[in-house]
C-alpha cells in the first residue's frame, strides 16, 4: 500500500493566491463588464526590454547550428553568466564572491525550497511573521513541527527582533516581501552576530534589491563582515529583469559556511548544495542564461533599471496619495510592495472585499501572510501607470466611515 507523505496534510486547503483568484473570478461573473485592476499578486506587467529580447534571438539561433548547439548544460550554471554576476552584483559593492559559490537556477522558489532540504528534520526554524508562504510552506512539507515565528508589528516597524532562545535556520527577506520594510546595516550586523554565536545559518532572501533607494541600506547581506560563515543569499532576475516568464535566478553558498552533523563533524554546505543540484536539477537553459548576461551590459543595465523606475514611481504615487486620505502605510520606498493599516480596524479580507466588490481592484490580504498580518493589506507597484492612478482614484473615493 502506497501511503501518503502526511507532512503534506498539514498545509493549509487552501493557498493565499488562489483564493485570491476564485474571488476575483466569482466576481467577474456576476460583473462581466467591470474591468478589475490587480495591484495583488506581484507579477511584472512591462515587457523584456530589448538587450535581452536580442540575447535571446541569438542564443536560438546558436541553438539552430550544429557548431553553435548548446546540449547539457552545467550545473552550476554557465561561467560567462557566473562572472557577470560576480563583477555586478559583488564586486562593485566591495564583496568578495568565487565562482564556485554561486549557482545559477531557474527561479527563486525552488532554490529557498530546495536549499531547507539540507538541514535535519528537527532543525528549529525561525520565520519572520508576515511571512512569505513558500518559506512556511517548504518546512511544513519536509515535517519539520519546530517552526518559530518572529512576531513584527507596528511597535517594532515591521523589523525582527533578535531572538531570546536558539534558532537553527532563520529566513531573512530585505526588502520585505509582504511588508516592504529593509534591514539596514545595523540590523543586520545583528543578525550576522546572533548566528555566528548560535552556529545558525541566515537564510537572506534579496529577491528584491533592485528596489533599493540610495547607499545606506545593504544591497546584499555580504557588505557585513563575517556574513559569508553564516549566510547564503538568494537572488532573482524575476523582478530586476522582469524574467517572471522566462525563470532564472542564482544562489550564492560561500565556501566558508558549514553545517554539522550529529558528531559535531563540519560538512561544507557549498558542496552538498552541488551534491543536490547535481540530482535533483538539470541546469538553467543556456538561452535563459544568455538573456540574464545581457543585462550585465551598458546598455541592458540602463534599460532595466528604466523598468524598475518605473515601478518605484508608480509605488511613490500610491503611498503620496494614500497617505493623503490617511492610510498608514509602511514599504513603498526601498520596495515595490506597500503595506497599508486597514481603516477602522478592518479585517483583512473584509477590506479585500470592499475593494474588490465597491472598486474592482484586488490587493493581498495581509492575514494571508500569518496572524501579524491582520488588519493589514499588501498593494502592489507593478500594474502600468494608467491602471495604479486608476485604482488609487477608486480607492480614495471609497467610504470608509
Known amino acids: 500500500m502506497a501511503n501518503v507523505n502526511e507532512a503534506f496534510l498539514k498545509l493549509k486547503n487552501d493557498y493565499l493566491f488562489s483564493t485570491i483568484l476564485e474571488k476575483k473570478n466569482e466576481f467577474l461573473s456576476k460583473n462581466p ?54 563583477k555586478y552584483e559583488y564586486e562593485k559593492r566591495g564583496v568578495s564572491i568565487d565562482k564556485s559559490e554561486v549557482f545559477v537556477a531557474a527561479g527563486s522558489k525552488g532554490d529557498l525550497s530546495g536549499i531547507a532540504e539540507l538541514f535535519s528534520k528537527d532543525s528549529i526554524v525561525a520565520l519572520m511573521d508576515p511571512v512569505y508562504p513558500a518559506y512556511r510552506d517548504t518546512n511544513i512539507m519536509l ?3 519546530n517552526i518559530k515565528y518572529l512576531e513584527t508589528n507596528a511597535e517594532n516597524g515591521f523589523i525582527p527582533e533578535i531572538p531570546h532562545e536558539h534558532m537553527d535556520i532563520i529566513y531573512l527577506c ?15 550586523t545583528k543578525w550576522v552576530e546572533y548566528a555566528r554565536e548560535n552556529n545558525s545559518v541566515i537564510l ?20 557585513i563582515d563575517h556574513a559569508k560563515e553564516v549566510a547564503i543569499e538568494f537572488r532573482s532576475y524575476s523582478k530586476l529583469a522582469g524574467f517572471t516568464g522566462v525563470r532564472c535566478s542564482f544562489v550564492v553558498i560561500p565556501n566558508e559556511l558549514n553545517v554539522y552533523t550529529k558528531d559535531k563533524n563540519k560538512i561544507q554546505l557549498n558542496k552538498l548544495w552541488f551534491r543536490r543540484q547535481s540530482t535533483k536539477f538539470g541546469a538553467a537553459a543556456y538561452i535563459t542564461q544568455k538573456a540574464a548576461e545581457a543585462i550585465y551590459t551598458e546598455k541592458g543595465q540602463k534599460e532595466i533599471y528604466e523598468n524598475i523606475k518605473y515601478y518605484k514611481e508608480n509605488a511613490k504615487y500610491m503611498k503620496q496619495e494614500l497617505e493623503k486620505i490617511g492610510f498608514t502605510i ?22 479585500f472585499d470592499k475593494l ?24 502592489t507597484a507593478f500594474s502600468s501607470k494608467e491602471d495604479t492612478k486608476e485604482a488609487v482614484y477608486r480607492i480614495v473615493n471609497l467610504n470608509f466611515k
Open 204 to 223: 537572506y532572501d534579496s529577491v528584491y534589491e533592485a528596489f533599493i533607494t540610495g547607499d545606506k541600506i545593504p544591497h546584499s547581506i555580504y557588505e
Open 330 to 351: 509602511y514599504g513603498g520606498e526601498h520596495s515595490p510592495y506597500l503595506w497599508l493599516k486597514t481603516p477602522n480596524n478592518m479585517k483583512s479580507w473584509d477590506f
Open 356 to 379: 474588490l466588490n465597491e472598486a474592482a481592484v484586488l490587493g493581498t490580504p495581509g492575514v494571508g501572510f500569518g496572524k501579524c498580518g491582520e488588519g493589514y493589506f499588501r498593494l
Open 174 to 188: 530585505s526588502p520585505n516581501n509582504p511588508t516592504g520594510t529593509v534591514l539596514n546595516k545595523e540590523e543586520l
Open 143 to 145: 515535517g519539520r513541527d
Open 33 to 86: 463588464k467591470k474591468k478589475v485592476i490587480s495591484l495583488g499578486v506581484g507579477d511584472v506587467t512591462l515587457p523584456l526590454v530589448p538587450s535581452v529580447i536580442d540575447a535571446m534571438h541569438k542564443a536560438t539561433e546558436e541553438m539552430a547550428k550544429k557548431e553553435t548547439f548548446q546540449g547539457y548544460g552545467l550545473v552550476q550554471g554557465y561561467d560567462f553568466l557566473i562572472e557577470k554576476i560576480i
